[in-house]
């Protein structure tokens, strides 16, 4: 990424958030190389905490690129916010509603320009009460078959440590460490041709959020538990997915 490329306002934001993240954070990057230098990338991330796309950003910019993050798109209606957001070439999304297809169109564009974009494929904070990661929903294997993107997995330990979602308390004490690991892109390619079904959507969620777990487990140490209890049938014993790392 041409640093002389990034514009007023995208090297306005760098000089905003960055000093602050040197201070507040004690970081440990791994895998930045992972992210590529140009071309069109998906970036997939656990969801531990809000302070997530402070950190997962900080470690993007300085493995070479410019994340792109998803927002609300009434966020982009706000007078001069909406403007800012665009000109730092963040994406504006419509949730549950018919203007979501425009949403995709938006990313398979970024993705076309050469945009790293990054997904937290659960939509939200995990609920799980230890921070595992919990299911998710199918947009990023939605965008990777539409455009053939490859999808990176990024995994973050600490980030909870400045905001802990379970207890609402934000930790302005400096120095707190957070680790971000990027891995190698998922592989998908057994789904390259298959058309858009639901299963399959599920089944490279699943193959995505899996490897997010298993990265996440090396890093914070622990056995991880499955992702989610499959529906119990009648006259069968429960039956959980993904097993135990």
Not at 24 to 32: D, K
Not at 183 to 200: E, H, K, M, Q
Request: glycine share 8%.
């Amino acid at each position: 990424m041409a640093r002389r490329r990034l514009g007023f306002w995208r090297r306005f934001a760098v000089v905003l958030v960055k000093p602050v993240m040197l201070v507040w954070t004690r970081r440990t990057w791994r895998g930045g190389e992972h992210l590529g230098r140009d071309g069109g990338v998906i970036i997939v991330a656990n969801h531990i905490s809000h302070a997530d796309p402070l950190v997962s950003a900080h470690f993007i910019y300085d493995s070479g690129r410019w994340p792109q993050y998803l927002g609300k798109a009434s966020v982009f209606r706000v007078p001069l916010v909406g403007w800012i957001l665009r000109q730092c070439r963040q994406i504006p999304v419509e949730r549950g509603s018919v203007d979501a297809v425009r949403s995709l169109d938006a990313l398979v564009e970024a993705l076309d320009q050469g945009g790293a974009v990054v997904i937290y494929p659960e939509g939200t904070t995990t609920k799980q009460p230890d921070l595992w990661p919990m299911k998710a929903k199918t947009g990023a294997a939605r965008l990777a078959l539409a455009t053939g993107a490859p999808v990176v997995p990024l995994v973050m330990w600490g980030p909870e440590r400045i905001f802990d979602p379970r207890t609402n308390r934000l930790n302005v004490r400096p120095r707190i460490p957070v680790t971000v690991v990027a891995g190698d892109p998922v592989d998908l390619t057994r789904w390259a041709d298959a058309p858009p079904t639901r299963a399959t959507l599920e089944e490279m969620t699943d193959a995505i959020m899996l490897r997010l777990r298993d990265m996440l487990a090396e890093i914070r140490g622990g056995t991880p538990p499955p992702l989610w209890a499959r529906p119990v049938r009648p006259s069968a014993e429960p039956q959980q997915h993904g097993g135990v790392a």
